[in-house]
C-alpha cells in the first residue's frame, strides 16, 4: 500500500514562518478572485436548466452557479489540505462540464450526487494501492482527444447564452439544451432567429476584452476584470441582457447544510462507467497539474496521495451540493505565479471565496450570462490544445486514428466512450507496435534485420539455431509455436537462443511448452541459450526448467552448441 502524507505536514514540518504565511495569503487572495468567475460559469455550464429548477425547489438558494462555488469552496480547501502537491488549487473544471452535464439529464442531481461519491471512493482506492504512477501510461493521443472533443462541446452549449438565444418546442415552451452533441446543434438552428443584438454585444464585447487582455495584458486576471465591467456596463445603461439575478435570482450568502446523497443500489450499478469516468478526468488532469506546478518550481508532488486528497475532496463536495472537482492547471499556475509557497495558499483562496460569497454575493446578480458564456469560450479554446492535436495529425497512422477517434466519439456519442475506446484501441494499437518489434530468425538467415553474428561457431551437423528477439508476450508468442513448421526433416537439435528476451508472460511460456511437446513428438531436442533472469524466473515457477531439463539451459550459445553437439551425436 502507498505512503500517503498531506503536502501540507511536510511544508509545516520543515519550518514555517511568517514570510512564509504572508505569501499564501497574497497568493490565495489573488487566486480566490480569480476563480469565482470560473466556478460560477462551471456550474452554469454543468447543471441543465430543468435540474436547476428541481434544485432551486429544494431549496432556492441552490442555483447552478452556487454550485459551482460551492465546489470550489470545499473541495479547493480540502485538495490543498489533504492533497500531494504545495501548489494545486483545486475546484471545478472545463474538463467536467460534458460528462456532469449528461449525467444530471439523465439521472437529476440524485445521480450526479451519486456519481461524485463513487468517484471519490475510486480515487481514495486508486492512491492507496499506488495508482498514481500508472495514471502516466494513459496515451498522449487519447488525452488530447478528449479534451479537444470536450472544447468543442463545451463551445457548442455557450453559444445560448453568447447569442441569447430562446429555444422552445414544438408547443412554444421554453426547452434545455440537449445532452447529445448533434441534437444541440439542431436545437440552436432552429432558435436562431431569436438572437438579441444587445446580448450579442456584450457577450462578444467581453471576448474581445478576454483576448486583448491575454494577449498585451496575460499576468491581469482577465475573467474578473471582465465581469466587474460588463457588469458595471450593463447596470449603467440599461442593457436587456439576461444576468446571473433575472435567471438564478443570485447566489446565497453562505454554505448549505451538508447532507448525505440518497444512494440507490440499481442508480450505483448504472453509474460505474460515469463514475470511473470522472475519476479517470480527475486524476489525469490533477496529476497533470500537478507535473506543471513541479516542473515551474523545482519541488515533486506525491501522486499517491494527491489521488487520496482528490478523492475525499469528491466525497465532501457530494455532501454540500457541489459537483466534481479536481486539480486546475490554470489556477495553479497562477497561484504560482503570485507567490505560493504551500498548500495554504490553495485553503486561502477557498476562505477567500467563502468571504465572498458572505459578504458580496448580492453584486453577483448582476454578472450578464453572455459574458461567462465568453469567459467559458477562452476556457474551451485554452482547451482544445489546436497546435498539439495538429501534431499529433503528423505522427504515425495508429496515433492519428487514436486521436480522431477519441475526438469523434466524446464529440457525437459520450465521454465515457469516448475514454473508454481511446484507451482499448490505444492498448491494442501498442500490443500490435510491439509484437511488431518482437519475433523469431534463423541464427544464419536472420528476419530482424540484422546481420548474424560473426562469432557464433559453425553449426554441427543435424542442429538447427534460431534467435528469439523482443518481448516474448501473446502478441508474438505464435512465431516461436510455428518455428518447426519450416523444417522439411526435422533436426537432431534445435538451438533456441534467448538473449534479447527481456520479458515472457503466460502466453510466452505456453508457447515454450508447446514447442517442447512438439519437439518431443518429433524426436528433437530442445536447447536454449541465454535466457534472462525474468524469463528463467517465469520459467521455474512454471515448471518448464524441469521439463526441458536444466542440462539444456545454457549460459552462452557457444554452450548450447557445444550441448547440441553432444545430443546430435548420442
Not at 439575478?245 to 446565497?252: A, H, L, S, Y
Not at 448504472?270 to 497539474?289: D, G, H, K, R, V
Not at 454575493?361 to 482547451?383: E, F, G, Q, R, S
Request: glycine share 10%; aromatic share 6%; proline share 6%.
Amino acid at each position: 500500500m502507498a505512503r500517503i502524507e498531506p503536502k501540507l505536514i511536510l511544508c509545516l514540518r520543515e519550518g514555517y514562518g511568517l514570510g512564509h504565511l504572508r505569501r499564501d495569503i497574497i497568493s490565495g487572495i489573488t487566486v480566490g478572485i480569480i476563480a469565482l468567475p470560473l466556478a460560477m460559469a462551471f456550474g452554469i455550464a454543468s447543471i441543465p436548466d430543468t435540474v436547476a429548477a428541481e434544485l432551486q425547489a429544494i431549496n432556492p438558494a441552490l442555483t447552478a452557479p452556487a454550485l459551482g462555488i460551492f465546489t470550489a469552496i470545499v473541495a479547493g480547501f480540502l485538495i490543498s489540505a489533504l492533497g500531494g502537491s504545495r501548489f494545486q488549487i483545486g475546484g471545478p473544471t472545463g474538463a467536467f462540464i460534458v460528462i456532469v452535464y449528461q449525467i444530471a439529464s439523465k439521472h437529476g442531481y440524485s445521480g450526479l450526487a451519486t456519481a461524485t461519491t463513487m468517484a471519490g471512493v475510486i480515487l481514495v482506492l486508486m492512491g492507496l494501492a499506488g495508482f498514481g504512477r500508472l495514471i502516466k501510461y494513459v496515451p498522449y493521443p487519447v488525452t488530447t482527444g478528449f479534451t479537444s472533443g470536450i472544447a468543442v462541446v463545451i463551445a457548442a452549449t455557450q453559444l445560448k447564452d453568447l447569442f441569447g438565444l430562446r429555444p422552445t418546442d414544438a408547443g412554444g415552451n421554453s426547452i434545455s439544451l440537449p445532452p447529445e452533441f448533434i441534437h444541440k446543434l439542431q436545437v440552436l438552428a432552429s432558435a436562431w432567429k431569436t438572437w438579441e443584438p444587445s446580448t450579442v454585444a456584450v457577450g462578444v464585447g467581453s471576448l474581445v476584452i478576454l483576448i486583448i487582455l491575454r494577449r498585451f495584458m496575460p499576468r491581469l486576471p482577465g475573467q474578473i476584470v471582465v465581469v466587474v465591467i460588463a457588469g458595471i456596463v450593463v447596470a449603467l445603461f440599461g442593457i436587456n441582457t439576461d444576468t446571473i439575478g433575472d435567471r438564478f435570482g443570485g447566489i446565497p450568502r453562505s454554505l448549505p447544510a451538508p447532507h448525505l446523497p440518497a444512494f440507490s443500489p440499481a442508480l450505483m450499478r448504472e453509474l460505474i462507467p460515469e463514475a470511473t469516468t470522472i475519476a479517470i478526468l480527475c486524476a489525469l488532469e490533477s496529476l497533470l497539474s500537478a507535473v506543471v506546478a513541479d516542473g515551474m518550481t523545482g519541488r515533486r508532488h506525491r501522486s499517491d496521495t494527491e489521488l487520496v486528497g482528490q478523492g475525499i475532496a469528491n466525497l465532501a463536495t457530494s455532501c454540500f451540493w457541489g459537483i466534481p472537482a479536481t486539480g486546475a492547471l490554470a489556477r495553479t499556475v497562477a497561484n504560482i505565479r503570485a507567490g505560493a509557497v504551500s498548500p495554504i495558499s490553495g485553503m486561502v483562496h477557498a476562505v477567500t471565496l467563502l468571504l465572498i460569497l458572505l459578504v458580496a454575493a448580492p453584486l453577483a446578480k448582476a454578472i450578464p450570462l453572455a459574458t461567462l458564456a465568453a469567459v467559458l469560450l477562452m476556457v474551451a479554446w485554452n482547451m482544445s490544445e489546436i497546435d498539439h492535436f495538429r501534431w499529433i495529425l503528423r505522427s504515425p497512422r495508429s496515433d492519428i486514428i487514436v486521436l480522431l477517434t477519441t475526438f469523434g466519439l466524446t464529440v457525437l456519442t459520450d465521454l465515457t466512450i469516448a475514454v473508454m475506446v481511446g484507451m482499448v484501441l490505444a492498448s491494442f494499437l501498442f500490443m500490435k507496435r510491439m509484437a511488431d518489434l518482437s519475433g523469431v530468425g534463423s541464427l544464419g538467415v536472420a528476419d530482424n534485420g540484422e546481420d548474424p553474428p560473426p562469432d557464433i561457431p559453425a553449426l554441427p551437423p543435424n542442429v538447427e539455431a534460431y534467435e528469439v528477439f523482443g518481448p516474448l508476450f501473446f502478441g508474438s508468442a505464435d512465431r516461436v509455436r510455428d518455428t518447426l513448421a519450416g523444417f522439411e526433416r526435422p533436426p537432431a537439435v534445435f538451438i533456441l537462443r534467448m538473449r534479447r528476451v527481456l520479458c515472457i508472460d503466460a502466453t510466452g511460456l505456453h508457447a515454450l511448452m508447446e514447442l517442447y511437446k512438439k519437439c518431443q513428438r518429433d524426436g528433437i531436442n530442445l536447447v536454449l541459450s541465454g535466457v534472462h533472469a525474468q524469463p528463467l524466473v517465469a520459467m521455474t515457477n512454471a515448471g518448464l526448467d524441469k521439463m526441458i531439463g536444466e542440462e539444456n539451459l545454457c549460459g552462452s550459445i557457444e554452450d548450447a552448441i557445444a550441448r547440441a553437439e553432444k545430443l546430435a551425436t548420442a
